[in-house]
């Protein structure tokens, strides 16, 4: 079984930075596809950011120039660097993995963690 547990959520003003953490179990998180999605309530869940097992990346538009995927494979760890945070930017964010390459579509995912919550005041 794979289990990915998120942290690093909070409460922050417009402007701050955050950092989220994603842990995964298992032997082979070299070979995964990682990507975070987030969703607020009452809306669709959507991609924000992924990054492959080569090191590549691809991001939302909305997100493109704020926010940083990265990975510490000896760690089993992805991170998600927040900065200039937005009201808009509040949602859970949860972490997945997936043997896809660069997919936005949650479908894709097998995987996923049970969320951190990320709020933005203005």
């Known amino acids: 079984q794979v289990q990915l547990v998120e942290s690093g959520g909070g409460l922050v003003q417009a402007g701050d930075s955050l950092r989220l953490s994603c842990v995964a179990s298992?032997?082979?998180?070299?070979?995964?596809?990682m990507a975070w999605f987030r969703q607020a309530p009452g809306k669709e869940r959507e991609f924000v950011a992924t990054i492959w097992s080569a090191g590549s990346t691809f991001y939302a538009e909305s997100v493109k120039g704020r926010f940083t995927i990265s990975r510490e494979n000896a760690k089993n760890t992805v991170y998600l660097q927040m900065n200039s945070l937005k009201p808009e930017d509040t949602a859970v964010y949860s972490c997945?993995?997936?043997?896809?390459?660069?997919?936005?579509?949650?479908?894709?995912?097998?995987?996923w963690g049970q969320g951190t919550q990320v709020t933005v005041s203005s």
């Open positions: 997945a993995a997936s043997g896809v390459l660069l997919s936005t579509r949650g479908s894709e995912y097998k995987y």
């Open positions: 298992g032997h082979t998180f070299r070979g995964w596809t």
